[in-house]
């Protein structure tokens, strides 16, 4: 894949403008305010009988952190305030009641995802509490199907605290790593040590985590494709078995924190590309496989085989190996999917814990999907986890979508993807541009954009 280092400024200023991550169709910014409790409370009853026996995700955002990093675009507390957090705890307990009441109570998880935030701040005896809530409202899933995952800021994780998360029953770990640079770090205010991050995955193997990830990040300050180099060898060494390599948005007005960044330190638009072309190239040679936009795997990953066979699939976590399945979200900004509705949770902790504490599904926005969303749904994950779709098939007839086949003509002009027939199929430098692509099945992409860029 050495052409994906030469990318043409031409094409990045073509392709590389801001667009959505589409881990949702449609994306969460076009989402309706007057979406409403009655609604979300009506697709769980909804999906009471037909799922009653399907497994569901279950996600927890954990808003808190001890310290605030500038880059971060998560909705974050920055606190330490222990009856903040145990608050906290209470109010997801009565948050878990309240949903499961609509649902089929004791329904088996499948997986379980602790992100953030830094979810290690509700402490070990924080975490035990919300997972014995879990247990009460739900059915444990089969011990050969069941995941459970969290991630971890190693700045955070004392000795022993690993070896007490996988006595917890997590199995998957992700490490937020951004960059090993001092000087991006001191950039982005998040120094860490290397030391610390290695000691954290040596503790993760020793104790039989079955997958370790990092989380890395692109486009921050200082970073030049010389020092990401040494990043890359880094991360290569200590070998995850999955990556994440994101790309960094930098919006200011949104995030205040960001304005603490040295704006005139940021890679330029190509200097990013190549950052990224350098990251594909390097970490494949290492014997990772491309799973697909910014995530990596080892070969022997359940990510890699499921790429292989077809079988991938992407929610709000990402790319995952499990089919369509519901997901349960609860906490502050927590997006629940069920059936062909999507429902956000409020994003303001006070505001979320009166809601709760009166008894209320704390839902401030959400959207239900139209028979022409779910088709662009399928449209847009299949070029987003095989590269590849068929419009006839997965889009129910390529004369709905003539209009969007034919706005193509460039991008298969400029050597990003194929049209044959019903079917499109991009190329190893289109897959670079994929949110590009996929921006085009869009019918609610217009306007300025809330994004990071593409390129």
């Known amino acids: 894949m050495e052409e994906l280092v030469i990318v043409s400024p031409s094409l990045v200023q073509r392709y590389g403008g801001p667009g959505p991550r589409y881990t949702s169709y449609p994306t969460a910014d076009r989402f309706s305010d007057g979406f ?52 906290y705890l209470a109010t997801l307990h ?24 830094t979810p290690t701040t509700l402490g070990p005896d924080g975490i035990e509490a919300w997972l ?37 029953g997590f199995d998957r770990i992700s490490l937020g790593v951004q960059d090993f640079d001092p000087r ?11 030391e610390r991050t290695e000691a954290v995955v040596e503790e993760a193997r020793a104790v039989g985590f079955s997958s370790v990830g990092f989380d890395l990040v692109y486009g921050l300050p200082h970073q030049r494709p010389a020092s990401f180099q040494g990043t890359l060898d880094e991360v290569i060494r200590l070998g995850p078995d999955r990556l ?6 930098h919006l200011p007005a949104r995030f205040p924190a960001q304005r603490k960044i040295d704006a005139s330190a940021l890679p330029s638009p190509q200097t990013c ?13 290492a014997g990772y496989v491309h799973i697909g936009m910014d995530h990596f795997a080892r070969a022997n990953d359940g990510l890699a085989r499921a790429q292989g066979d077809g079988t991938l699939h992407r929610n709000f976590m990402g790319y995952t190996t499990r089919a369509a399945r519901d997901v349960i979200a609860f906490g502050v900004t927590g997006i629940s999917c069920v ?22 599904l704390p839902i401030e926005r959400g959207t239900r999907l139209t028979p022409d969303d779910r088709r662009r749904r399928r449209i847009i994950d299949a070029l987003m986890c095989r590269s590849s779709v068929d419009l006839d098939t997965e889009g129910g007839g390529a004369d709905r979508f003539r209009t969007e086949f034919e706005a ?48």
């Open 36 to 87: 409403r409790e009655l609604e979300y409370r009506n697709a769980l009853e909804r999906n009471r009988d037909r799922g009653r026996d399907q497994p569901v995700s279950v996600y927890l955002h954990v808003p808190f952190c001890p310290s605030g990093c500038w880059y971060c675009a998560c909705n974050k507390v920055v606190t330490r305030h222990r009856p903040t957090i145990d608050r």
């Open 94 to 117: 009565r948050e878990v009641e309240s949903a499961t009441a609509h649902l089929d109570r004791h329904r088996p998880i499948g997986d379980l995802h602790l992100g953030g935030g």
């Open 132 to 168: 014995e809530t879990i247990n009460t409202f739900f059915r444990p899933g089969s011990a050969d199907g069941f995941e459970a995952s969290i991630e971890v800021d190693p700045r955070e994780s004392p000795p022993g605290l690993v070896t007490t998360l996988r006595q917890l």
């Open 184 to 194: 991006v770090q001191a950039g982005i205010h998040r120094v860490q040590p290397i």
């Open 244 to 249: 994440s390599v994101f790309r960094y948005a």
């Open 273 to 285: 590309l190549k950052l990224f072309a350098d990251a594909v190239e390097r970490l494949t040679s």
């Open 339 to 360: 059936d062909d509705v999507y429902a956000q949770n409020v994003g303001r902790l006070s505001r979320y814990q009166a809601l709760v504490e009166s008894g209320r």
């Open 408 to 455: 193509l003509v460039d991008f298969e002009r400029d050597g990003l993807l194929r049209r044959d027939g019903p079917r499109i199929t991009l190329t190893d430098l289109g897959r670079l541009f994929v949110r590009a692509v996929c921006r085009v099945f869009d019918r609610y992409a217009s306007g300025a954009s809330k994004h990071s860029r593409v390129a």
